[in-house]
């Protein structure tokens, strides 16, 4: 789908790595500026290999760090993306570095999803795009189906994992609270699915545990607390936005992918914010904006409250990961140790697998009545899973296809 998707199932967290004799520490700004360059211009895997590349050609880390960081990241809720650009920033610079890093990242994405908003927003209700959006829909229905089949077979090996996708199906079709569906695959995942034995050292006791720096890590946190206490005691729809986003962006773990199920029943099933074919528009946009997938959240924003919806929406959402980043980065020397931190992953990993087949069913029942529509999600499927296309290619080839389509259809 995206490098999200790809780098949400990179294999076991690596160990320990010897930091870079001579260092170059970036300043903030240098930091938001490359950071920026790679977000406006990395689509898919191309954003995964800027971001371990980049700062090795510079000198600020090692690829060995890089990678390091790439297996911390998956630990964790939030973008995976996001979090790694932010366990670049703190590695360099601390706790400013991690802020300006992931808002130079995110910032490209957020002004382009923006303005793809005001236009659809402009001329979405103009004759026939309502028809070249079905086609839209019907290429995201192909991509995350592809996307849904990859995560199946990369997390539901094993009789437990199996289980959780079925059961966390079974909750996303009854349309529960997919929130318990998470917290019992960690449980279940922390419990049945780790393979080594648990470490006792505490945190306090690891000999690199610096405690000053711990209380620093824990700046972000505090401040993204602080919002959501505020945005408890309003009322209206931008604290609503702010308050969903960041739970949003608290609880969801891998990737855009699959955080897409918990973003789908709240903005669609829960709040009525948005329509299931515009949420599928939502997911095309993201797909062929550069930089993090989850600017999707800039969309609803933007349709809920105008643009300070979108850009409170992309900040709700993603201020988590720093926050949680920059603590992880402290303590992974303790995290590490423990196999039940990386069996509650896999547990969670199969439970999105589920959650995640419940958005193809969802919008694979808006396409199903048209079978020129059918036949275009399947042709996105097997363009994306057998011939590896590019996601850009396959969007512009399937909607300039579909537009030919109706063209010659005689379709308004």
């Given at each position: 789908?995206t490098?999200d ?8 967290v ?16 240098e ?26 050609k ?16 998956q ?6 993306m ?8 703190y ?14 990242f ?10 793809l ?5 402009t ?9 070249l ?7 995201v229905?192909g ?22 996708g079925?059961a966390?199906?079974?909750v ?10 998470v917290l019992?695959g960690?449980?279940?995942g922390?419990l049945?699915?780790r ?13 690199s ?6 209380g620093r890590?824990?700046v ?13 005691l ?7 936005l702010?308050l ?5 962006g ?20 829960s709040?009525h ?8 528009v939502?997911?095309g ?18 349709h ?6 979108g ?6 959402i993603?201020a ?18 423990h ?6 992953i896999?547990g969670v990993?199969?439970?999105f ?11 694979g ?11 275009l999600?399947?042709?996105?499927f ?8 590019n ?5 512009g ?14 379709v308004?």
């Amino acid at each position: 789908m995206t490098a999200d998707g790809a780098a949400g199932a990179v294999g076991s967290v690596p160990g320990p790595v010897a930091s870079t004799a001579q260092q170059a520490a970036p300043s903030r700004l240098e930091l938001f500026r490359v950071f920026f360059g790679i977000g406006l211009t990395s689509f898919g895997m191309a954003i995964l290999q800027n971001i371990r590349s980049i700062p090795v050609k510079r000198g600020w880390l090692s690829r060995a760090e890089i990678d390091e960081g790439l297996g911390l990241v998956q630990l964790y809720p939030g973008a995976v993306m996001v979090d790694l650009v932010a366990y670049i920033g703190y590695r360099t610079a601390r706790v400013s570095g991690a802020v300006a890093a992931a808002a130079g990242f995110v910032a490209p994405s957020l002004a382009l999803m923006l303005a793809l908003s005001w236009l659809y927003e402009t001329f979405g209700a103009a004759p026939g795009v309502e028809r070249l959006v079905v086609g839209l829909d019907a290429l995201v229905v192909g991509v995350v189906a592809s996307v849904a089949v990859d995560f199946a077979r990369q997390h539901s090996s094993g009789r437990v994992a199996a289980l959780l996708g079925l059961a966390a199906f079974a909750v996303g079709v009854a349309g529960a609270n997919l929130l318990w569906a998470v917290l019992a695959g960690l449980a279940v995942g922390a419990l049945l699915l780790r393979s080594d034995p648990v470490g006792s050292m505490s945190v306090a006791d690891d000999p690199s545990f610096d405690r000053l720096r711990f209380g620093r890590s824990l700046v972000p946190g505090l401040v993204v607390a602080a919002g959501v206490a505020v945005a408890a005691l309003g009322s209206g729809v931008m604290s609503s936005l702010a308050l969903d986003m960041a739970k949003i962006g608290a609880i969801a773990f891998g990737n855009g992918s699959t955080i897409l199920p918990i973003l789908q029943q709240d903005v669609v099933d829960s709040r009525h914010w948005l329509s299931l074919p515009l949420f599928g528009v939502a997911i095309g946009f993201g797909q062929v904006t550069p930089g993090p997938f989850l600017i999707t959240a800039a969309f609803v924003g933007y349709h809920v409250a105008g643009p300070w919806g979108g850009v409170l929406a992309t900040v709700a959402i993603f201020a988590p990961s720093v926050a949680m980043t920059t603590v992880a980065a402290e303590i992974y020397p303790y995290l590490r140790r423990h196999a039940w931190v990386k069996g509650a992953i896999a547990g969670v990993m199969a439970v999105f697998v589920g959650l995640l087949a419940t958005v193809v069913l969802s919008l694979g029942r808006q396409v199903l009545p048209d079978p020129a529509a059918l036949v275009l999600a399947a042709a996105a499927f097997v363009t994306v899973r057998v011939f590896k296309a590019n996601l850009i290619a396959v969007f512009g080839a399937g909607l300039a296809a579909w537009a030919a389509y109706l063209l010659l259809a005689g379709v308004r």
